[in-house]
């Protein structure tokens, strides 16, 4: 009888070891993906506008490298190869987004771009701020 519950904890802890590798797994990919969308590499999910905050990005690489220095040593192999493949790959996309050169300063012609739907829902600050100087009361 022992036999049988010792087998269905050692079963219940591997389950559990592999629900805290993939919730690992997402974590990582979760905060690559959020890193590589403010390098401007991938467009927003609901926009679908292109963002680009190098220093926003910054800190979701640093909140990934500080993960591979705290984490040293108790990953798993795949753990470890995803965390550190993620990172080159943000790496090499930081340093092309900050290399990459701009026009001027002014934003990328894809940052301006609206969706319809939010377009037509609401006005640009300028708009409102030139309506409400020349507006005629009675």
């Known amino acids: 009888m022992s036999d049988g519950q010792t087998s269905a904890t ?5 389950g559990q070891e592999e ?9 990582v990919m979760q905060q690559a993906n959020m890193a590589m969308m403010l390098l401007g590499k991938v467009p927003h ?20 490298e ?9 990953l798993t192999k795949e753990e470890s190869a995803l965390l550190k493949q993620s990172l080159m790959n943000l790496r090499l996309g930081f340093v092309e987004a900050v290399e990459s050169p ?9 940052e301006l771009k609206r969706p319809p739907e939010q ?3 609401s006005t640009p600050p300028e708009e409102d701020e030139h309506r409400k100087k ?4 009675y």
Do not use: H, W, Y
């Open 10 to 14: 050692q079963s219940g802890i591997g």
């Open 102 to 110: 701009k026009s001027s300063g002014a934003p990328d012609k894809q």
């Open 19 to 27: 629900i805290l590798s993939a919730l690992f797994a997402q974590l």
């Open 45 to 64: 999910p609901e926009t679908g506008q292109v963002v680009k905050d190098i220093d926003a990005a910054r800190l979701f690489i640093d909140q990934l």
């Open 134 to 137: 020349f507006t005629k009361k």
């Open 119 to 121: 377009a037509a829902s």
């Open 66 to 74: 500080m993960l591979e220095a705290k984490t040293k040593g108790n």
